[in-house]
């Protein structure tokens, strides 16, 4: 396969490589805004509809905080590295309990070791296209909060044990643990402490949930897990505005163009991708259109099992 450099202009290459604090600030800002909005719109009209509703908003902007902490490791959502430390923790993942710096490491494995049998995310999706069965024992395991609440006491379990903790990830427990606090007593102060859980809820649940079908979205059913060609082991999908709002942020479904040059800003894969497939790199790849195809081409009848 040719190399990027190869294929693009020097000029494509420093542009879909740009860095624009612009940019990195509005999908922070977006993402907050929308939280904030959906806690204003329960709190004025709490009933099951706003609070399902509410629940899968939430579930999707927390992983949208969770894409920051990404891009941030990256080095890619602004131009200046303190920009993006800020960024990755108190705008972000301390909100999602997620940490940057043990979070990369794994990541940036993941990476180098794409299309192998020693890629550390491999177990996410190895097990794909899997019987329709075990797809909905997965899904209702997520929404249910079954993986929910294990995260929840893998949280607490390190709380208990602060003292014993590196300084580094002491830290991030007590910072993370201080800002969910901070989001609980600001709702109570404005009388909608009940608000908290449903935050807490979407974590448990549709968060999961959004994560999973994002995983298989990426790594899952593609033509050749364990081929060394980003084209061959990695998903693009083509989706509607209603689903980039609800299950996959900022840009995510342009998975390979990531891999394909991880040192892309998110807010500039469309523009990879558009530029690769004008140049025909894409001639042999067929882009999926939608999460519903999706789960078809990862799944199949039970009777085949």
């Known amino acids: 396969m040719q190399t990027m450099k190869e294929i693009l202009t020097p000029e494509e290459l420093a542009f879909v490589t740009s860095r624009s604090n612009w940019h990195g600030a509005n999908i922070i800002a977006f993402d907050w805004a929308v939280i904030i909005a959906t806690f204003v719109v329960m709190a004025h009209y709490p009933n099951p509809l706003t609070l399902l509703v509410g629940l899968f908003v939430l579930g999707a902007r927390q992983l949208g905080l969770g894409i920051i902490v990404h891009e941030t490791g990256h080095r890619t959502l602004f131009s200046s590295t303190p920009m993006n430390d800020f960024a990755s923790t108190w705008l972000s993942g301390y909100w999602v309990f997620s940490d940057r710096q043990s979070y ?17 995310d491999l177990a996410n999706y190895q097990a794909y296209p899997i019987d329709r069965t075990s797809l909905k024992r997965k899904f209702t395991r997520d929404l249910t909060g079954q993986l929910g609440w294990r995260r929840i006491k893998s949280i607490y379990h390190t709380a208990l044990r602060l003292q014993e903790l590196k300084p580094e990830a002491r830290q991030y427990i007590t910072r993370s643990l201080g800002v969910n606090l901070a989001m609980l007593l600001v709702l109570t ?25 994002r995983q298989m979205a990426e790594h899952a059913g593609v033509p050749d897990l364990l081929s060394k060609d980003p084209r061959d082991n990695t998903r693009t999908l083509y989706i509607s505005p209603l689903e980039r709002f609800f299950i996959a942020p900022h840009q995510v479904n342009y ?11 998110i807010y500039r894969l469309r523009a990879l991708h558009d530029i690769l497939l004008a140049k025909g790199f894409y001639s042999n790849v067929t882009f999926q259109r939608g999460y519903l195809n999706l789960l078809r081409d990862v799944t199949y009848p039970d009777a085949q099992h």
Do not use: N
Request: no cysteine.
């Open 104 to 120: 990369m490491k794994v990541h940036l494995k993941h990476h180098q070791m794409a299309g192998t049998t020693d890629d550390p």
């Open 189 to 213: 102060a404005f009388g909608q402490p009940w608000l908290y859980l449903v935050w807490l809820g979407a974590f448990m649940t549709s968060h999961m949930l959004i994560v999973r079908i």
């Open 255 to 265: 998975h390979l163009e990531h891999h394909l040059i991880a040192s892309v800003p």
